[in-house]
């Protein structure tokens, strides 16, 4: 008889995505992947900028005088560069030649490397399940860096206008009237606007950089999550980090300190959001790896044990109906000579599988029938349960697809294979699988 109940979140189930979540930032070495994003920050900082006030005084015309007066509400900007001299060479350019397209080109060039670097550990994240697609990926990406410098200086140039309109003479009675409207709110807006723009590139970078096309809504969550943490993060920085010391010892370069710590962990959250994009959008093959590669009862490392504790018990899949299976004593699940590759996880309960010279009983936290899947080959053995059962079945596909994709679990099927035809070398006859 099948369950009946809905899929459903349980503790056990976000223990088990926040475990995975972790454990896979960690064997995928993310860590060193947001150094690399932090520095390729750090490098491309300056060529972006001097990208985006190219496009915001040579393109869209923008006044230097109220450039400026954007750029200074910025303290980071002020104390790395001296954006007024840039702002100044490139009003003062005349017609653009060979020689400022080149540079230019070497300018983007540099910048690119930031972006390359976001995309490498995206790639190691999703490396399993997305399709290789290298000159059009490429494409894309080259694309995209375009269209964002475009995006931020067009949304740059908006903030320039709005503050340019709100200054106007005519507007004063009307600031007058509404200080809070026209003053702290605007204040806010300039203060949390960083933030948005980042939780956009954020998000279109989940959506697009994974290649597994993860739900929008999922990436925009995980976006909003990762930039709530990243402000949570510096709030708790400028706590305990003393910057007027680092004024007083390095000076402008406390600024660069500051700026790589804060970026590098930015993308920390980044990549752990977008592990967990991971984990969620293919949480059933990650959690049949886990039940499949179980540690046994016998074996008493800490780590083992909390291993079996947390995944012994798969609500994710016991609450799916197709997947259930209810056993009184005496059901057969299969007979010999069965034709089906469907594999089947021992939630509770006790199933014996009989063969012509064996008998075989398996408890909860086993699989059992996965030779038949791997071989595709008829039953050779008879099972039925011995106990009240809850028994998880697993589709031959599906199996199939987590073999390709986790080497840890193709690893294991291969020795269960070799342990299978070391015990029946020699014999004639059908295999029992």
């Not at 840039?86 to 350019?93: E, K, L, M, Q, R």
């Not at 206008?161 to 026209?182: D, E, G, I, N």
């Not at 079996?308 to 056993?327: A, G, Q, S, V």
């Amino acid at each position: 008889m099948k369950d009946r109940k809905e899929k459903k979140l349980t503790f056990v189930t976000a223990a088990q995505t926040g475990f995975l979540t972790t454990a896979f930032f960690i064997s995928n070495n993310l860590v060193s992947y947001a150094s690399a994003c932090a520095f390729g920050f750090l490098f491309s900082f300056i060529p972006v900028a001097i990208m985006i006030c190219t496009i915001l005084v040579r393109i869209l015309h923008t006044s230097p005088a109220v450039l400026y007066s954007l750029i200074n509400f910025d303290e980071t900007l002020r104390n790395i560069f001296s954006i007024r001299s840039v702002i100044n060479s490139i009003s003062s350019a005349g017609k653009i030649g060979s020689f400022e397209i080149i540079i230019g080109l070497s300018i983007f060039w540099m910048a690119r490397r930031f972006f390359a670097s976001v995309m490498d550990g995206m790639h190691r994240i999703f490396h399993r399940v997305a399709r290789a697609r290298p000159v059009l990926s490429q494409i894309l990406v080259f694309g995209g860096e375009v269209l964002l410098v475009i995006l931020v200086a067009t949304v740059i140039f908006a903030l320039i206008s709005a503050k340019t309109l709100f200054a106007m003479p005519l507007l004063y009675k009307l600031r007058s009237a509404f200080p809070v409207v026209f003053g702290t709110v605007s204040q806010k807006l300039l203060n949390t606007m960083p933030y948005f723009l980042a939780m956009l590139f954020v998000t279109v970078t989940y959506r697009t950089a994974s290649q597994t096309k993860p739900p929008f809504l999922l990436c925009l969550a995980a976006a909003a999550c990762c930039m709530i943490a990243f402000w949570i993060a510096v709030r708790f920085m400028d706590i305990f980090l003393d910057k007027n010391k680092y004024d007083f010892v390095y000076g402008v370069f406390s600024h660069l300190i500051v700026i790589l710590l804060e970026v590098f962990v930015f993308f920390i959250l980044f990549l752990l959001f977008a592990e967990f994009i991971y984990i969620i959008q293919f949480f059933d093959l990650m959690l049949l790896g886990e039940l499949y590669l179980l540690p046994g009862k016998e074996e008493k490392n800490i780590f083992s044990v909390f291993r079996r504790k947390l995944f012994i018990r798969p609500d994710y899949l016991l609450h799916r109906e197709m997947n259930t299976i209810r056993c009184s004593p005496g059901t057969v699940i299969f007979k010999k000579q069965d034709s089906d590759t469907d594999v089947y996880y021992i939630a509770h309960g006790k199933v014996r599988l009989n063969r012509a010279d064996s008998s075989t009983s398996y408890g909860r936290g086993c699989f059992f029938g996965e030779l038949s899947c791997i071989l595709n080959k008829e039953r050779g053995a008879d099972a039925y349960a011995e106990t009240n059962s809850l028994i998880v079945k697993i589709s031959g596909e599906k199996f199939r697809q987590l073999l390709e994709q986790d080497p840890r679990v193709a690893a294991k099927a291969l020795s269960q294979i070799s342990d299978y035809f070391t015990q029946i070398y020699g014999r004639t006859g059908s295999f029992l699988v």
